[in-house]
């Protein structure tokens, strides 16, 4: 949690450094999507230490990390209205909405490709042990009868 807190301040700071220099938003496009991407797996990680049955960390720690995320959110934000086009915020975040429902998309289909490649190896393992003892069988049979 400390390694992406770390990560997205560190984006930020690059951030409004560059954009207090003069430089335009464009320019830090990259460190614009490290602090989006860091702020995501840090909620995504507080989330699942809530769900987890075994949660002992520090829950006054995970709500200011989220809450110093959430500052810089809002600074940003303001950035971007003020030395952004018109109307650059709110395509952002129908961009971004877009952009997460598409991760979620890919990461339920990789879990399903993961399912069914699992399914197929038991299947085969299965067919591949059932002839074994098919085999086994013959031999069996083959061996009582006199055949071999």
Not at 39 to 51: A, F, M, T
């Amino acid at each position: 949690m400390l390694a992406e807190l770390a990560a997205a301040n560190s984006a930020y700071q690059i951030i409004k450094t560059a954009l207090a220099n003069g430089k335009e938003i464009s320019s830090v496009a990259s460190h614009i999507g490290a602090f989006i991407t860091n702020q995501d797996d840090l909620r995504r990680k507080v989330e699942k230490k809530k769900r987890s049955a075994f949660h002992q960390g520090n829950d006054f720690e995970e709500f200011m990390a989220l809450e110093a995320i959430k500052e810089k959110e809002e600074e940003l934000k303001q950035y971007m209205i003020i030395c952004g086009r018109p109307g650059l915020w709110n395509d952002w975040l129908k961009f971004s909405a877009q952009a997460r429902k598409d991760r979620i998309a890919a990461e339920e289909a990789r879990k399903k490709h993961i399912e069914r490649m699992i399914e197929i190896a038991v299947i085969a393992i299965a067919c591949i042990v059932g002839l074994g003892v098919f085999a086994v069988i013959i031999y069996a049979a083959m061996k009582a009868r006199g055949l071999i």
